[in-house]
């Protein structure tokens, strides 16, 4: 998965946080080609939790800053995400679900999560800001 410009929010900070995110699930992706084992699996799929929690918490904390008015509806969404992805990597964890599936999931929504809400709030600081990437540095 690769990062072109219809992912930018116009704030550098997320904009590098998500870069980051689908650079993790590229490495999903060819561990996936590579038929690397269950455990390698397991260990990269940690990783994009990990980094999705924190990265998560970090557009939560910047929303209450600048009173982002679907806070509230964006934090349920990341919610939701990290609850899907937990049970998806407990299935692929029993082998009850193929990598490529959840590799499927991980593309999907995650691309949709940033080109549709992130992007709103991205549009939400720029507003706030003429210089918006100020703000998203923060």
């Known amino acids: 998965m690769e990062w072109n410009t219809n992912f930018e929010t116009g704030q550098t900070r997320l904009d590098a946080e998500h ?10 992706d060819q ?28 557009e939560e904390r910047l929303m209450d800053a600048i009173a982002f008015p679907e806070a509230d509806a964006h934090r349920e969404l990341h919610r939701m995400l990290l609850a899907a992805l937990k049970d998806l990597m407990q299935a692929i964890s029993f082998e009850s679900l193929p990598p490529a599936e959840l590799l499927k999931f991980l593309v999907t929504r995650y691309i949709e999560h940033i080109c549709d809400e992130d992007k709103a709030l991205g549009r939400f600081l720029n507003s706030l ?10």
């Open 129 to 138: 800001a003429p210089e918006g990437k100020a703000a998203g540095a923060a």
């Open 19 to 28: 870069r980051r995110l689908l650079e993790l699930i590229g490495a999903f």
């Open 31 to 58: 561990e996936i080609e590579r038929g690397t084992s269950l455990e390698s699996l397991e260990e990269v799929l940690r990783q994009i939790r990990q980094y999705s929690e924190s990265h998560f918490q970090n």
